[in-house]
């Protein structure tokens, strides 16, 4: 994956993180979680660190926070779902990031439309077969 990539990758799971009813110290800490477990996943060798991790979600945050609203999350996420098109195994890449970003909840809320919502964009955005948790 290139920088972009990345980028829109941690956007993505930073989506996924705000949506959850956590404290900002919680919401920081499952990122940087995610973030380097996600690049385990996907690409081993390249470098982000949790250091990295936390830097990004920080100075990235108010935009993230803006794009939850309802009037720019459709937009934006699907923007940046476009922006990773080109992925070339986009089911595996989503179910990284989906296993990432709840994986390490103790009471994750699995049964969160937005999670089920954000699922269903993926899908279609990408012409992936509908899934039975998409369905609901």
């Known amino acids: 994956m290139n920088a972009q990539n990345w980028n829109d990758s941690l956007t993505l799971l930073g989506l996924i993180i705000m949506d959850e ?9 499952r990122f940087k979680n995610a ?10 060798n390249f470098t ?3 250091d990295n991790a936390e830097d990004w979600f ?3 945050e108010p935009h993230l926070r803006k794009n939850m609203s ?4 459709e937009s934006h996420l699907k923007s940046v779902l476009n922006n990773l098109n080109a992925l070339p195994d986009k089911s595996a890449f989503l179910f990284s990031l989906l296993k990432v970003s709840l994986s390490d909840q103790h009471n994750a809320d699995v049964t969160n439309p937005n999670v089920y ?3 269903e964009k993926a899908e279609d955005c990408w012409g992936l077969p509908t899934t039975q948790s998409s369905k609901r």
């Not at 973030?35 to 081993?44: C, H, I, T």
């Not at 309802?70 to 999350?73: E, G, L």
């Open 35 to 44: 973030a380097v477990n996600f690049k385990q996943r996907v690409s081993p």
């Open 58 to 60: 920080i100075q990235n």
């Open 117 to 119: 919502r954000f699922i």
């Open 70 to 73: 309802s009037i720019y999350y």
């Open 21 to 29: 009813p956590l404290s900002r110290h919680e919401k920081i800490e």
């Open 48 to 50: 982000l660190t949790e």
